[in-house]
C-alpha cells in the first residue's frame, strides 16, 4: 500500500510532522498534529486501506510514540523491553504489526510488537552514521545509506552484525542542516511500489536511485536544484511509501502568480468550476535569477472526490491523489525573465451554495524541468 506523500520527522526536539511529495517538492507542517517536545527518530507507517492516512509509529527513549495525522492526536506508551536508546534507524515491517528499531553501534536492535507493547531484541546494528532504512517492495529487504560515505548498505536483522556494505560511494555524502549538533546522515529513506529507492539527508537534499532490477547503477542521482524545505531545521527520520511517479520529480521552483477570474456552477457533476489565469516568470523563486525555462510544470491542490478535474490547453494534466500536475508538452522556450499566462478551469463537486466562491488553490507551484 502507498499514498503520493511521505512523512518526515523534523526537529530533533519539539519534533513536527511534515508532508512530502517528493514530485513537486511540495513540503507543508501538518498543523493538527502537535510537536512532541521529547523529541523522536525511527519512525514507520502502518498503513490502514488506500483511502485512509497511515498511523506513524516512532520510538522516544523507552516509549513508542502513536501519530494519527487524520485525526491529529500525538500518544506515547512506555514499551516492555525496550532500552532508553538512542535509536536512529526506524521501519514498519511489510506486514504492518512490527517496528523494527536500531540504535548505537554495539548495542541490540529491537522488533517492536505495535500491539502487544513489547520489544524482542535482535543483532546489532554495527558501525557508521545511518539513520533511516527501508524495506524494498519487490524483494523484501532493509536497505539504508551511510552518511559519510554514501554507501548503499544491506540491513540483515538476522546477521551479525546487520549492516554490509552492497555497493560503495552510491550516494554523495550527506550534509548537515542548519540546527546545532545536526547530523550529516541520510535522516529519511523511502520506496516507491516499483522499488525506486528515495534518500534524504539532514538537510533536505533528495537523491534518487533506480533499484527497479538486480542491477543496481554506480550513482545515485540527485532530484533538482532546492532542497526539502524546513529552513535551518534537521531532517531526523521519515516513513511512508508512494505511488510510482507519473511525471520526473523537480524541486527547482520559479515565481508563479494566480489571478482568480470567476465561478460559475457546474451541472455534471454538480458543482462549482472556477477559473484562474496562472501566470509563470522564468525566474528562479528562491535566488530571483533570471533564466531560460524550456519545460516546466505546475502543480497545486485538487480534491480526490469524483469529478474533480483541471483543465488547460497546451499543457498535459495528470491528478493523482489529490494534487494536480500541469506539465509543458515538449519545448515551451520561457527566455529569462519573462512570463507566459496559462488559463486553468478547476471543477469541484459538491452543493454549489455551500462551496466557496474562490477556489484556494493551496499548494501552488511551479518547477523548471530538465530539458533533456
Do not use: C
Request: charged share 25%.
Amino acid at each position: 500500500m502507498a499514498h503520493r506523500k511521505v512523512y518526515l520527522a523534523v526537529g530533533r526536539t519539539g519534533t513536527r510532522i511534515y508532508r512530502f511529495d517528493p514530485i513537486d517538492g511540495d513540503t507543508r507542517v501538518v498543523d493538527n498534529v502537535a510537536p512532541y517536545e521529547s523529541g523522536y527518530t525511527a519512525m514507520g507507517a502502518q498503513y490502514r486501506g488506500d483511502d485512509q492516512e497511515p498511523l506513524l509509529l516512532a520510538v522516544s527513549g523507552n516509549k513508542l510514540i502513536t501519530i494519527d495525522v487524520a485525526a491529529g492526536t500525538l500518544k506515547d506508551q512506555v514499551i516492555d523491553g525496550l532500552p532508553k536508546g538512542p535509536w536512529f534507524d526506524g521501519a514498519m515491517d511489510p506486514d504492518g504489526k512490527s517496528l523494527f528499531v536500531a540504535g548505537n553501534p554495539d548495542t541490540p536492535s529491537y522488533a517492536i510488537d505495535v500491539a502487544a507493547g513489547r520489544a524482542t531484541p535482535r543483532n546489532s546494528p554495527g558501525g557508521g552514521r545511518w539513520d533511516d532504512f527501508a524495506y524494498h517492495p519487490k524483494d523484501g529487504r532493509l536497505y539504508s545509506v551511510e552518511g559519510d560515505n554514501g554507501d548503499l548498505l544491506l540491513i540483515d536483522p538476522g546477521r551479525q552484525p546487520t549492516k554490509t556494505v552492497l555497493k560503495a560511494g552510491v550516494f554523495p555524502p550527506a550534509q548537515a542542516s542548519g540546527a546545532a549538533g545536526s547530523r550529516k546522515a541520510y535522516a529519511a529513506t523511502f520506496f516507491d511500489q516499483d522499488g525506486n529507492f528515495y534518500a534524504v539527508d539532514s538537510a533536505g537534499n533528495v537523491n534518487h536511485l533506480d533499484m527497479t532490477t538486480a542491477k543496481i547503477p554506480d550513482h545515485s542521482q540527485r532530484i533538482g536544484r532546492g532542497r526539502v524545505p524546513v529552513d535551518d531545521l534537521e531532517i531526523v527520520n521519515g516513513a511512508g511509501r508512494i505511488t510510482p511517479l507519473p511525471v520526473p520529480p523537480s524541486y527547482d521552483e520559479i515565481v508563479v502568480t494566480k489571478k482568480f477570474k470567476g465561478t460559475w456552477e457546474n451541472g455534471e457533476p454538480r458543482g462549482r468550476v472556477y477559473s484562474f489565469d496562472l501566470t509563470l516568470t522564468a525566474v528562479s523563486k528562491d535566488s530571483g535569477t533570471a533564466e531560460d525555462v524550456r519545460k516546466f510544470r505546475i502543480s497545486f491542490d485538487l480534491p480526490t472526490a469524483k469529478g474533480a478535474k483541471a483543465e488547460a490547453s497546451g499543457v498535459d494534466v495528470i491528478a493523482q491523489d489529490g494534487k494536480a500536475y500541469l506539465s509543458s508538452v515538449g519545448d515551451q522556450f520561457l527566455a529569462a525573465g519573462t512570463s507566459r499566462t496559462i488559463t486553468v478551469l478547476i471543477t469541484v463537486p459538491g452543493d454549489p451554495t455551500h462551496l466557496p466562491r474562490e477556489y484556494p488553490l493551496d499548494g501552488l507551484r511551479a518547477t523548471r524541468l530538465l530539458s533533456h
